[in-house]
């Protein structure tokens, strides 16, 4: 039978942590949620008014989002400043590009229907990838980040492009309270947690920065290699947790959030059988 049986799972994810939650529930799992980020919206009004003139005077350029949060926040934006008329149509003249099917789905939900897709499994690869085959020398491009800029993606465009505009409309901190992400750092040390899930490298950066805090960087890293089950949404997860040592037993094909818990009970599955 497939299922968690039992087993606590950390749950680092915030935005949707209920959802999360639910999922290790249905294949019998005891969820632990700790948010890891919190995110924070400031106030962007000048630059995106400065973003919808800059546009109107623009006869060629390309927009790129990485996410659907940064769809609904600068759309929400656009709203306050009475010019959502404005965004649909400078979108509906450039070229779009996003970071996956979220994105996309957030876009038309606005009344834009445009959008080009980057492939799966939707990493900073994939979009520099599309972004690749385009001739960029006359054409001016937007960089839509969310949570932190994506330098990689950022530098790939620089000399490319007749000029480059970046907007962060959403910043990723540590939570206000970070009490519970020290207690996680414990519980994992001392084994009372079977298995973590990471949606984002920033959780991985996090919970490491809450643990050498501490003083415990070192008996974290080895609570991960030892006794505790790391699962990551996807390869860019994957990646920030190699680069510390880390080597993740579970990064599902596809990057979901209900792929990764799905695959995480396979695999709690698969060991019990063999033991």
Aim: aromatic share 6%.
């Amino acid at each position: 039978m497939i299922g968690l049986q039992g087993m606590r799972v950390a749950l680092l994810e915030n935005r949707k942590r209920s959802d999360l939650a639910l999922l290790v529930q249905k294949f019998g799992g005891v969820p632990y949620c700790v948010p890891a980020v919190q995110e924070q919206h400031p106030s962007c009004s000048e630059e995106v008014l400065a973003l919808l003139e800059k546009l109107e005077r623009e006869s060629s350029y390309v927009v790129v989002f990485s996410s659907a949060v940064g769809v609904s926040a600068l759309f929400a934006e656009a709203e306050r400043l009475e010019r959502l008329f404005d965004l649909r149509t400078a979108l509906e003249r450039g070229t779009v590009i996003c970071r996956g099917d979220k994105p996309i789905a957030a876009l038309k939900r606005a009344g834009v229907n445009t959008a080009i897709p980057a492939k799966e499994p939707f990493t900073t690869a994939e979009l520099i990838a599309a972004l690749a085959p385009r001739r960029l020398e006359n054409q001016f491009v937007v960089l839509l980040h969310y949570g932190e800029r994506n330098v990689p993606l950022a530098e790939s465009l620089l000399g490319r492009c007749a000029g480059l505009q970046e907007l962060l409309v959403c910043n990723w901190h540590l939570p206000e309270d970070t009490t519970p992400l020290h207690k996680l750092v414990k519980e994992l040390i001392a084994g009372r947690v079977g298995a973590i899930a990471f949606t984002s490298r920033l959780q991985v950066r996090h919970l490491f920065a809450i643990a050498c805090e501490d003083g415990l960087g070192a008996e974290l890293l080895d609570a991960l290699e030892a006794h505790v089950l790391v699962a990551t949404v996807g390869p860019t997860c994957a990646t920030a947790l190699e680069a510390l040592g880390v080597v993740p037993q579970v990064v599902p094909e596809y990057p979901k959030m209900g792929a990764m818990i799905e695959r995480l009970a396979h695999y709690v599955s698969e060991q019990r059988g063999a033991a």
